[in-house]
Nanobody, 127 residues
Framework: QVQLVESGGGLVQAGGSLRLSCAAS????????MGWFCQAPGKERAFVAA????????FYADSVKGRFTISRDNAKNTVALQMNILKPEDTAVYYC????????????????????WGQGTQVTVSS
């Protein structure tokens, strides 16, 4: 069982930055691939970024490439999402997700590929 707690959301002007963090419980965090998803009102949950448990394999949604960076610290059981050059369309609740994988290079972009979810943190970007 893994419990995930996100933090770092808030209100920021367009062009600004935020850093989201996700703290995970459990002793086997280093064997879990992690992902970030977002959900705006009236829309489905959408993939943002993912990272394998080796910390080297990453994958991003086209809409955030070059602006967002996902990273992890297995020693601290945390995963972060650095969000730069934020746009009003980035406004959403952001969720951290985890799934156990057999390969450190494996990343998943579908919400159905994840077993554990955090409660979400609100990100609001004003124009």
């Amino acid at each position: 069982q893994v419990q995930l707690v996100e933090s770092g959301g808030g209100l920021v002007q367009a062009g600004g930055s935020l850093r989201l963090s996700c703290a995970a419980s459990g002793r086997t965090f280093s064997t879990y691939a992690m992902g970030w998803f977002c959900q705006a009102p009236g829309k489905e949950r959408a993939f943002v970024a993912a990272i394998g448990w080796n910390g080297l394999s990453t994958f991003y949604a086209d809409s955030v490439k070059g602006r967002f960076t996902i990273s992890r610290d297995n020693a601290k059981n945390t995963v972060a999402l650095q969000m730069n050059i934020l746009k009003p369309e980035d406004t959403a609740v952001y969720y951290c997700a985890a799934t156990r994988t057999s390969s450190g290079a494996l990343v998943r972009s579908s919400p159905n590929g994840y077993d554990y979810w955090g409660q979400g943190t609100q990100v609001t970007v004003s124009s």
